[in-house]
């Protein structure tokens, strides 16, 4: 069964840094990875992705900001944030796809606050 597993969320002060991990058990050659955000009241977003010839994007409103990387093997990827804004604040989740379907973690709150 395929698992993924996210850490490394919590509170940060405005202008701050912090770097998600995710972790991915059982996994295979999925056709994408990426991080999406949720805020309170708003639809998930992508922030970040690797697509399936490896090129890696990241959402214009965290361009500049936010950089993603993944291990050769897949198994992880991670997500560097600084420069932290309040709106930034969400829960993060980590999304595997293959075939259209969805894999997901259970997710990790992210909130920037002074």
């Known amino acids: 069964q395929v698992r993924l597993m996210e850490s490394g969320g919590g509170l940060v002060q405005p202008g701050g840094s912090l770097r998600l991990s995710c972790t991915i058990y059982?996994?295979?050659?999925?056709?994408?990875m990426g991080w999406y955000r949720q805020a309170p009241g708003e639809q998930r977003k992508l922030v970040a992705w690797?697509?399936?010839?490896?090129?890696?994007n990241v959402a214009d409103s965290v361009k500049g900001r936010f950089t993603m990387s993944v291990d050769d093997s897949k198994s992880w990827l991670d997500l560097e944030m600084n420069k932290l804004k309040p709106e930034d604040s969400a829960v993060y989740y980590c999304?595997?796809?293959?075939?259209?379907?969805?894999?997901w973690g259970q997710g990790t709150q992210v909130t920037v606050s002074s």
């Open positions: 059982n996994g295979f050659k999925f056709d994408t």
């Open positions: 999304n595997a796809q293959k075939w259209s379907i969805d894999y």
């Open positions: 690797i697509d399936k010839v490896g090129i890696i």
